[in-house]
């Protein structure tokens, strides 16, 4: 019985004992697939997996492309590029900070923003917390050493460099140049911009506006290696940018400092613009006031921006291409061609002017008040005698006045290479009786006749009146682009100019209107003599324009030589008064600068 218990025990034990052996053999097979999985990973492949790792810890910054030069007609730069920094945070890594509200308050303290704009921001990154949100650009030395102290203690900040507009000449041409900014939510929502992404700069207004895809460049990626807290060790890898293309502009940077001069030398608002007549190409477009580019370099600052919306000038607004104005007696021209055109007078029919015309019990006055006595269609225009065109404008009627008016490319926009340009009104019946229930008078007539009245055109519209006069018949398409070119000068783009209309009106009837347009600075009782060259005939039209808010707007347009026209010119003064008192004289000053300066260069 003993016995029997012994074996038993001794059978146990030894159980016991397999057991724990084959349990001690598993986990030293165990050990040693780990131990072996362990060496392959850190030895092995270590390399591979050290790779993944810092892969993981890899931020893409995007580099802004530097935006094209911009030149005038000889190649002098009117805007380039300098470098800039800008102040951003990567949204992951800022997000980590322990004291987040602290942080927003010291970034925002130090950049001068609001913590509300910070957090707007943060808020509109969506998925794109590790690519950098810009907060502030352009910043200065002060900025830039307070900021790049809080990289130590705040995680996530991050200065960049970036390109940044440069205006050499301030103010000079800003309407034509116009300003680049960050683009907003709107624009975003614009199928213009559907392959651009917040945080992007774009022209806002002007040519930087209207030839943003040239201009551009192609934006580079800098991959950079961050720690746990975003700071950066270093560059990973890099892709450059590329450059947007330059454009050369049909501006002379000469002619277009002497026409601002010009009126700056007036005291007045106004435009001024100089064009060729047989290519289109803008030579000048002055328009003031105006604004300095400076002020929106790097991001438009804020009293600036107040100063000039309270500005009830409105310095922001393009007058040469936006402001609607009357084109007064300058639209004579439209009237008497047609006049002409459709046998409705002759040179030599005459009208009495006594100063003053009765339509039943309403009064129509001649600018000259004591009147002109005789007046055929050659003294007509020449000394701008208004009784005489509402006669004629009687027998032609509203019907053939809106005729000769689209003829002449008003009611239309030109299609100049500039944002916002207004097309004006070129009234009828229909219209009135649309617009105010009330129907078409003679006394509306009359007054349209005479470029009064409701109908309103742009300062490039009235130009392209005289601009069609110098070629003989037909108008070119203004434009302000001559070339795009890349690096070196090498031309990418070069448009040929364009035909904008061409007048239905007898070649005959068009010389009959240039040599009378010739006796209005030719002769002595000219209206436009004030805007006489030496050596240079000219030829022109005088307008003064009511205005029901003060003073009359004066306004002149020209062109010269004579027989071979080479620059068509307008003037206009905002309350500056009789056209040949104000207007002509400025255009004279002009043309003696283009041919005994310019030309001679």
Known sequence: MVKDD??????????????????????????????????????????????????????????????GYIYDRNYRAMVTNSPAYSAGIIPFYFNTNSKLEKNLQEVAGVLGLDVSEIKEKLAASGVHVFEPIILKRALNLKQLSELTEKTVEINGITILQDPQRQYPFGSLASHVIGYTGEITQNQMKNTKYKDYRMGDIIGQTGIENYYDKHLRGKDGLVYIVTDAMGRQKRIAEKVESQQGKNLVLTIDFRLQKFAEQQLKNADQNGVIIAMEPKTGDILCMASKPDYDLNYFSGGI?????????????????????????????????????????????????????????????????????????????????????????????????????????????????????LPGEKTGLVPTREWKRRISRTPWFPGNTVMMAIGQGYITSTPIQILNIMAAMANGGYAMQPRLLKAVTMDNRRVFMNPEPKKLFELDVKKENIKIMQDALKRVVSNWA????????????????????????????????????????????????????????????????????YFTTLKEL
Request: proline letters at 3%.
């Open 301 to 417: 600052d804020i009293k600036y921006w107040k100063k000039i919306l309270r500005d009830k000038a409105n310095p922001l607004n393009n007058r040469a291409v936006q402001g609607l104005y009357s084109p007064g007696s300058i639209y004579k021209i439209v009237t008497g061609s047609g006049a002409l055109n459709e046998n409705i007078v002759k040179t030599d029919d005459a009208f009495f002017c006594e100063g003053i015309y009765w339509i039943k019990t309403w009064p129509y006055k001649c600018w000259k008040r004591t009147g002109h006595g005789w007046v055929s269609f050659y003294k007509a225009i020449e000394q701008s005698c208004d009784v005489y065109f509402y006669k004629v404008s009687l027998k032609m009627t509203v019907e053939l006045l809106y005729k000769y008016s689209v003829m002449f490319g008003l009611g239309q926009k030109t299609g100049i290479d």
């Open 526 to 593: 000219g209206t436009g003599k004030a805007a006489q060259v030496r050596g240079i005939e000219v030829a022109g039209k005088t307008g003064t324009v009511q205005n029901v808010h003060g003073d009359n707007h004066a306004m002149f347009a020209c062109y010269a030589p004579f027989n071979n026209p080479e620059i068509v010119v307008f003037v206009m003064l905002e309350h500056g008064g009789g056209g040949g008192e104000a207007a002509a004289p400025i255009a004279g000053e002009l043309l003696n600068f």
């Open 6 to 67: 012994i074996r038993e025990n001794i059978k146990g034990v030894y159980r016991n004992f397999l057991r724990v052996k084959f349990y001690g053999w598993i986990a030293g097979i165990a050990v040693i697939v780990l131990a072996s999985r362990l060496f392959y990973l850190q030895v092995i492949k270590g390399n591979y997996y050290s790779g993944l790792a810092e892969s993981n810890s890899i931020t893409f910054v995007r580099e802004t492309a530097p935006r």
